[in-house]
């Protein structure tokens, strides 16, 4: 028999205000916890792929380099991140909960916690085993994040705060399109425009947004019932900003060169005397 309409339209119906109003009647594969679930792993794992793929082929005929290649696709991934990340965080709002709660019944914290769990560990394969890339900054970030999802994971926590971390990626949105510019010395009078607007856009979002986001994450501690429960929440949310703050200061650094070069020592040539004393 097929299928009626009316039906689907009636699960539908029932199934969304379920959603906003704190129970999901989604589907099990949306709403699983379990990151190793038969649909939402590889869902995951296929749409990575599949982007990745998309971003070499295209970098492969515009003869763009594996770290321009690398950096578009984390744009595309951060882009869709912080998009869940604010929509998650204004229908959190909307139910009148705080962002340092547990989020256990909704749909969306599992999927970004998952989502996450599955990019950082498809993003340390492409940057350490394919390309080669050692960046000690990231590896140091990657590792952080990845020991904080397994450990929440492992541990059943969903917190609510998995939504502004997804909006800290923000920061990453348009490193693809600063990666496409040549080399300062080759800069054209407009991207060394767009190369300062990008600049300032990260400080500001390093500075003045990710600092107010990551304290959700400290603040959920306080839902811990052990001691090993709130440090899953106090490393990450202690670390990855300190790591911030490095970022923030080379990106001072690279905008404001003559304000640094105050402070840093100029080199002493290495002359030597012609006649030994």
């Not at 990657?142 to 917190?159: D, F, K, M």
């Not at 693809?176 to 990260?202: N, Q, T």
Request: aromatic content about 14%; charged content about 15%; hydrophobic content about 50%.
């Amino acid at each position: 028999k097929k299928p009626k309409m009316r039906s689907i339209l009636e699960y539908l119906a029932q199934g969304l205000p379920d959603y906003f109003s704190g129970t999901p009647g989604l589907p099990d594969f949306l709403t699983s916890h379990d990151p190793g679930n038969a649909w939402f792993a590889p869902v995951v794992l296929a749409w990575l792929i599949f982007t990745y793929s998309i971003c070499r082929d295209i970098g492969i005929r515009f003869e763009w380099t594996q770290v321009q290649v690398l950096q578009v696709y984390r744009s595309m991934q951060c882009a869709l991140f912080s998009g869940m990340g604010l929509f998650s965080m204004g229908v959190l709002h909307g139910q009148g909960k705080l962002l340092s709660d547990q989020c256990n019944d909704d749909a969306f914290i599992p999927a970004i916690i998952n989502y996450f769990l599955w990019y950082f560990v498809v993003d340390v394969i492409i940057m350490v085993v394919i390309m080669r890339h050692w960046r000690i900054d990231l590896l140091i970030h990657h590792g952080v994040a990845l020991t904080g999802i397994i450990a929440l994971v492992h541990n059943e926590l969903y917190p609510c705060s998995s939504a502004p971390v997804a909006a800290t990626e923000l920061i990453s949105v348009f490193s693809g399109v600063e990666a496409m510019l040549p080399k300062p010395e080759k800069w054209s009078r407009g991207e060394e425009h767009v190369f300062y607007v990008i600049r300032s856009y990260r400080l500001f979002i390093l500075l003045l947004v990710r600092p107010f986001l990551w304290q959700h994450v400290r603040l959920s501690a306080k839902t811990a019932s052990t001691d090993l429960q709130a440090a899953i929440y106090m490393i990450p949310g202690t670390v990855l900003p300190l790591l911030d703050c490095v970022w923030a200061f080379k990106m001072a650094k690279s905008l404001f060169p003559g304000f640094f070069a105050w402070f840093v020592p100029k080199k002493k040539s290495n002359k030597t005397d012609d006649k030994k004393n």
